[in-house]
């Protein structure tokens, strides 16, 4: 840290800013000071995992009963109101602009109608009249949590399940993972951290990720942002996912970037 | 057992019963054992399973830290509830290189906590709490210790902080009182609570960075 006053003083309010307790006026001359120094953030930063770490220490406590529920079913009135919007973007880019981000993604908007629709049908089955009183996109996911919530695990199950290691296209070791759940909905799950041997300059952009069939023809899942080669993204997926063998990740020159051989997984659950 | 295929050379990963549940379609989804980050990516989908799944995995830690700042069951139960509903409207924008879902999610609930507090109540905690809540978080039984060596090394650091920093680190990190709310508890000028803010929270620091020097922190 240098000689400037400045730093002296985030030196004596440091704890304070990172715990978030200084008051305004001085929070923000604080805040100003570390846009210009990266010495006061870093600081700053390590004090701030402290306080991560005094809050993980406190003792975990019991939900009371039915929360989780409780908790679900609230997601899911949120989650049913963008159901019914019926917004059409372009698949898996609409997470990605800002003014979206607190919403779930388009695509998993696509699915929620596609769970709706299978659930009419079982609607019109079990002739059940609460549906039209309820709304029913809302009812159906309620439904879907109540089954999650009251079904018995089963003794022995087994689900597929695709997995991979993405490598660099210019070979080396795993720099990052892809799950892929091909149940309804499907969805996968993408994580990279493209800095390691095999690896150019760490990417910084936008990364298209493709699925590719066994014929080597590929379908476009969606795009997500990567920093410094560090990326993550998750997306409801339209498509049968077991026809595909490979995931593929291109930078938006079509550069290909890492790959990942899907290998289906079991997950067989021993009788107990 | 979930196995990996030919790749993973006949490795498995445990899978217990109770994480493979039945959807809507009927179909099961074996989601229960995804990694923190995978599962929050899915919650993000929209998918009712996966809210569920993730609210189970989590709800202990949100409603613990909730109730140890409010200290009102019904109060910490709406935090824990708006703790997981904001985190799923925000779940596109965590950022794993800022910390595990587990510290996002209970940094979502504390910040919610402290405001609750701060909007109902003049004075932010008693102090009868503060010595149980302290006397809780230094606690370092065995079981802990093996479980969690840094979090034991942490409570070992925190109960040898001189007690009144200890309180005024208490007081500002979990219960989010400024230096002159601290001031005003303890009787002190608030320059000394800074003081004492700051100093508990440097030795805290030296115990973070190099936990294995724990012992030696003054």
């Known amino acids: ?272 | 057992m979930i196995f990996r295929g030919e790749r993973s050379g006949g490795r498995a990963i445990p899978w217990r019963p109770s994480d493979v549940y039945r959807g809507v379609s009927g179909s099961r989804f074996p989601v229960g054992r995804l990694p923190d980050e995978a599962l929050l990516s899915g919650l993000a989908t929209g998918d009712p399973e996966l809210a569920v799944i993730f609210v189970r995995r989590f709800q202990h830690r949100v409603i613990g830290v909730a109730m140890a700042v409010t200290r009102d069951p019904q109060l910490a139960e709406d935090v824990a509830q708006q703790t997981f509903e904001r985190a799923w409207r925000h779940a596109q924008i965590y950022d794993p290189r800022r910390g595990s879902v587990m510290t996002w999610l209970t940094t979502i609930a504390h910040n919610l906590a402290v405001d609750a507090v701060r909007a109902r109540r003049t004075e932010p905690m008693a102090p009868e709490d503060l010595e149980e809540l302290l006397g809780v978080v230094t606690e370092t039984p065995e079981r802990w210790a093996l479980a969690d060596e840094a979090s034991a090394q942490l409570r070992a650091a925190l109960a040898r902080l001189p007690r009144e920093q200890a309180r005024a680190l208490m007081m500002a990190g979990v219960y989010g009182m400024t230096a002159r709310q601290v001031a005003d508890a303890e009787r002190i000028p608030v320059g000394t609570a800074k003081t004492r803010i700051r100093a508990a929270m440097a030795k805290m620091r030296a115990v973070v960075a190099s936990p294995k020097r724990g012992d030696h922190v003054q």
Not at chain 1, 97 to 103: A, C, I
């Open chain 1, 1 to 272: 840290m240098s000689s400037d006053p400045t730093c002296d003083k985030l030196r004596e309010i440091g704890a304070e800013l990172a715990l978030g307790v200084l008051p305004g006026r001085e929070r923000a001359e604080a805040v100003a000071h570390l846009d210009r120094c990266a010495d006061c953030r870093e600081h700053v930063r390590q004090l701030t995992l402290v306080g991560d770490r005094l809050i993980g220490l406190l003792p975990d406590g019991e939900p009371p009963p039915g929360f989780e529920n409780r908790v679900a079913r609230s997601l899911a009135r949120q989650a049913a109101p963008a159901t019914g919007r019926g917004r059409s973007r372009a698949p898996g880019r609409a997470h990605r602009d800002p003014r979206d981000r607190d919403r779930a993604p388009g695509r998993a908007h696509q699915g929620l109608r596609d769970r709706a629709r299978r659930a009419r049908l079982r609607l019109a089955a079990v002739a059940t009249a609460a549906v039209v009183a309820v709304g029913f996109a809302g009812w159906a996911i309620g439904t879907a949590v109540e089954e999650v919530t009251a079904a018995p695990p089963p003794a022995v199950e087994t689900e597929p399940v695709l997995v991979g290691d993405m490598v660099p296209a210019g070979g080396g070791g795993a720099v990052g993972e892809v799950y892929a759940h091909p149940g309804s909905p499907a969805w996968m799950f993408v994580s990279v951290a493209l800095t390691g041997p095999g690896t150019a300059i760490p990417y910084t952009g936008t990364v298209t990720c493709l699925l590719e069939r066994g014929d080597g023809t590929t379908v476009r899942v969606g795009d997500f942002p990567v920093r410094d080669g560090h990326g993550r993204w998750g997306a409801g997926v339209d498509a049968d996912l077991t026809r595909f063998s490979g995931a593929r990740l291109t930078s938006s020159d079509g550069t290909v970037l890492a790959t990942a051989r899907l290998k289906q997984a079991q997950v067989l659950t021993p009788e107990e």
